[in-house]
């Protein structure tokens, strides 16, 4: 069982920058490669981004890549999604996972969830 629960969310002006906190708690941290989703209303789950369990390899959707880092500490237990030049279509509620496969791209590949936090990017 792993625990996770995100922070950091708030608003920001277009062009701004935010940084996302994902903090895991139970199983073993290193088990697991760590992604990021984001939920408008009204629309479906959509991936971010993936860091491996060690951190020597991300992906990104294309949407982000150049903008958005994926980075983890595996001592703290946390891995944190920073969001640079942000855009009002950046807007949505933003969800870390945890997930046992080496790189998941998809909902259906992750087995443990955060709640969210809200990202309002303002233009």
């Known amino acids: 069982q792993v625990q996770l629960a995100e922070s950091g969310g708030g608003l920001v002006q277009a062009g701004g920058s935010l940084r996302l906190s994902c903090a895991a708690s139970g199983s073993s941290f290193t088990n697991y490669a760590m992604g990021w989703f984001r939920q408008a209303p009204g629309r479906e789950r959509e991936f971010v981004g993936v860091?491996?369990?060690?951190?020597?390899?991300?992906y990104y959707v294309d949407s982000v890549k150049g903008r958005f880092t994926i980075t983890r500490d595996n001592v703290k237990n946390t891995v944190y999604l920073q969001m640079n030049s942000l855009k009002p279509e950046d807007t949505s509620l933003y969800y870390c996972a945890a997930s046992l496969l080496l790189m998941p791209r998809t909902v259906y590949d992750y087995e443990y969830w955060g709640q969210g936090t809200q990202v309002t990017v303002s233009s």
């Open positions: 860091i491996s369990w060690s951190g020597e390899s991300t």
